[in-house]
């Protein structure tokens, strides 16, 4: 059997293809933007999707299988295809903090939106503070086409409970333990973006103590829910 078309590897090539599904339900992306990608468990590997192919085109098999350089597997399914141009950000995210089992990119319209002002989303309310820890932070201002984002991701995140970061002037990056983790941080973070905003046009926002974010951020990582398995931070 080829090293690329294990039984991990088909099973991420799976869950990677349907996952991209809820980007399109949430409304987190338009056209061919955005992408998801997981990690393959017990492998050097990741899956990610193809380079500029509809979302209603894709499938398992045309998913991209790459190493942790984020260079494309020969030989295996999907590889005459280019991988997404974001796939040497995933790789040095991947490479950098071993617990991210996956790594979801968008530009969803409000938390772009605070990214175009390189604004954080400050925590006012309840629900930040479940999901994130706290503020929703800022990346720097980093060109696409190498590994400079995926420093900027790493950088920021590193140490810090947020799963996602507003990179300046591009989008949103969210990590995961696995690639559904990172999807739903991406759609929190977008519907927390939504609603700051929405609050702010009314006045002043109100902040939450910091001793009630940790309160919160606690029970929802750990208690909250059939079977919580706690945060990356």
Known sequence: MSRSETPAVRGTRERVAALHAELVRYGLVVWTGGNVSGRVPGEDLFVIKPS??????LAPENMIVCTLDGEVVPGSLGSERSPS???AAHAYVYRHMPDVGGVVHTHSTYATAWAARAEPIPCVITAMAD???GEIPVGPFAIIGDDSIGRGVVATLSGHRSRAVLMQNHGVFTIGRDARDAVKAAVMAEDVARTVHIARQGGPLVAIPEKAIDSLFDRYQNVYGQNPEGSLA
């Open 52 to 57: 500029g192919v509809d979302y209603a085109e």
């Open 85 to 87: 141009s974001d796939t």
């Open 131 to 133: 999901e994130f820890g």
